[in-house]
Every structure is written in C-alpha cells, then in structure tokens.
C-alpha cells in the first residue's frame, strides 16, 4: 500500500483524522514540517524549478507572501534534510475574485489580494506543492497545524496543473467544484 491509499476519505472529518494519522506516520519515521524559514523557501524553489516544467513564481515573489503573511509556506525536513513543502497564497475576498475569474497574477501575486499579518483569509489557496521520498508524510502534518494558526477553519483550495496534483488534492480530501468556467478542488473546514 502506497502512503497516499491512507489519505482515502468517505466522511468530512476524514480527512482530518487521515492527515491526523498519516502525520503521525512521518513523525514516528523522523519527518516533521515548519513554517518556512528563509533558506527553505530559496531551497523550495530551487525543488520546484526542477520539478515542473514551464514558469513559476520568482523567489522574490515567495519571499514577499511569506514576510507578508507569516506561515503561508511550510517547510518539510527530516534528518537528511529538506524534503519538500506547500505554498499557500491565503487570499482575502479581492484575491479570491480574481482567483475565481481568472485575473489572479499566481506568478506574482499582488499584496493587495492577500490577507496580510494577522487578517482572517476567505480561503487558502494551494499556490506550490513539492515533496520527494518520505516528504509526503510531512505533507499531511501541514493541515492540523494549520489549525493553530489564523488560518483555522479556513477552506483549502487548488488548481491542480497536472493528474499528479488531482490525485494528490484528492487523497487530502479536496473535492471538485465549478466557479462560471474554472474548476478547483476544495476542502471545506467550516469557512465562509
């Protein structure tokens, strides 16, 4: 059984539980993720250039959403080291307008449409995912931290750009909705 079979889920608090224990897995396995330091996000980016062909966001641009909303970007790390990580843009209610119609700028994100320091974001946008090895273990602590944070109960969404990223978004629990033409994936916790 692969490692991603666990995240399977046929209830709502599914997923919760899943990321629950398949975090638990990373942590008896050495794996544990944190917000994003600095270097991780350079270190990040560098994994993520390599991984996915075509554009994506500048560092600077990373660099800039996390100093402007600390914890958007998680770090996953075990005693070898850095193993990958989840971006988040946790967009206010402009930012997911443009997201919904087309007109957010995901390569660099303007601060306006991101919900800054301690404001409450209308949703959490998947903005980068990139995990090698055991890193997807680490992947799934993310979500039950995040409840910690000003970002507790607030709906998860993505934009997969390859079957890869649908099946991932799908095992976490995140299920498919239409907005006028776009499609995303969702993970409702109980937001707006």
Known sequence: MSALALMSAETPEAPYQAAKR???LGLKRGVYSQPASRTDIESLHGMLASSIPGPIASLESAIRVQEASPHSIWSVHSAAGLLGGVAFLPLNALGLYKLIYGKLDRSNPPLDSIAVRMERPVVLYVWAVVARGSGVLGLSEILPQLETQRFGRVDIWADPVSEEGERLAQRFG???????????????????
């Open 22 to 24: 398949f975090g638990a």
């Open 174 to 192: 995140l299920t498919r909705i239409s907005h006028g033409s776009q499609a995303f994936y969702k993970l409702d916790r109980g937001g707006r």
